[in-house]
Structure formats: C-alpha cells, structure tokens
C-alpha cells in the first residue's frame, strides 16, 4: 500500500487548510485510515482517524476544529483543518491499515510521506 498526501502548506492563524492522502496497491485490506503529526522537539501524535464504516476518532486538541472524512470509492482520506493555530504546525502524516495494540490504542501499518501545515501567528 502506497499513501499520496497533498494539501499542505503556509496559512495564517485562524485560516483554513485541506490535507488529502490517496492510497494505492493492496487496498483491500484497509481497514482504516487517518492522519498523524510531529512537530519539532515534540512527539507524535495522533490527530484523526477513520473506519471504513465511518467511526471517526479525534484528538481532544482537534476535535471541535477538524474534520476527518474518506471516500471509499476512491480511497481517499480528507482532513479539513479549521480555525488553525500556531501549535497545529507540524509535518502531518497519512496513516492506514490498523492494527489493534491494546485497548483504545493501535498500530498503523502503513505510513505515507509527511505534508508540512506552518501556521503563522
């Protein structure tokens, strides 16, 4: 499975970006998809998530101002980012394929290459 993300880029506090991840080669095992981040100095963490049936996971620092979506057909996941801040600024990584680790906490097999969202103050 190869993972495409496009999506992002320079904006200033409060602005708007949309993060795309295309997954390619052997789909079908997908399971679920979503996107981390790490910022310089810190530790990665996961922002969003979401099932193939649609269950979607959010980080408490994200969930009132981000929107994880996918569309199956083609196998595309989608992070609309709102209301940014400067401590969203981070590489952000496409995830997919999980695999439970322990209770609430997964691992993901597949990583795609990370975009850079820079928010400006």
């Known amino acids: 499975v190869q993972l495409q993300a496009s999506g992002g880029g320079l904006v200033q506090a409060g602005g708007s970006l949309r993060l795309s991840c295309v997954a390619s080669g052997n789909i079908v095992r997908i399971n679920a998809m979503g996107w981390y981040r790490q910022a310089p100095g810190k530790q990665r963490e996961m922002v969003a998530d979401?099932?193939?049936?649609?269950?979607?996971r959010y980080a408490d620092s994200t969930r009132d101002r981000f929107t994880i979506s996918g569309d199956n057909g083609k196998n595309t996941v989608y992070l609309q980012m709102n209301s940014l801040k400067p401590e969203d600024t981070a590489v952000y990584y496409c995830?997919?394929?999980?695999?439970?680790?322990?209770?609430?906490?997964?691992?993901?097999?597949?990583w795609g290459q990370g975009t850079q969202v820079t928010v400006s103050s």
């Open positions: 995830v997919a394929d999980r695999t439970p680790a322990r209770p609430g906490v997964y691992e993901w097999n597949y």
């Open positions: 979401i099932t193939s049936g649609g269950f979607t």
